[in-house]
């Protein structure tokens, strides 16, 4: 989160699954200095936490995801990012490569691309 807030082009590859646009998540301009200071120190304090086969997940669209068995396992998990003990909207998939674990930044990809679109509707009107 920290190289997608710096544009940081080679982080952001260190920590995700190779990913069709994946360069989407580190373009765009970069908040103000002081500004990403902050949000840097708030991300200090971040925390995964592996959701449970069986365990339900409310996803922003409204619907709910149960965990079910053959969704996790030793090599893919679930969690959610929290932030001082609160959790971000929406969980994420990480997978085990042989460089350790990695994010799919698939849903997150869209995500940016979907609130780009959004902000650009709204600059037409």
Do not use: C, H
């Amino acid at each position: 989160m920290i190289s997608m807030l710096r544009n940081d082009a080679e982080g952001v590859k260190a920590t995700i699954l190779p990913a069709e646009g994946a360069d989407f998540l580190w373009q765009g301009e970069p908040p103000p200095k002081q500004m990403q200071t902050e949000i840097e120190k708030t991300f200090q304090g971040l925390k995964l936490v592996r959701i449970q086969e069986g365990e339900k997940v409310s996803l922003p669209s409204g619907k709910d995801l149960t965990v079910e068995k053959g969704m996790i396992d030793e090599k893919k998990i679930l969690v959610w990012a929290e932030i001082n003990n609160e959790r971000m909207p929406t969980p994420f998939w990480m997978v085990k490569t042989a460089d350790g674990w990695r994010v799919d930044a698939g849903p997150l990809i869209a995500a940016r691309k979907a609130a780009a679109r959004a902000r650009g509707q709204e600059r037409a009107k």
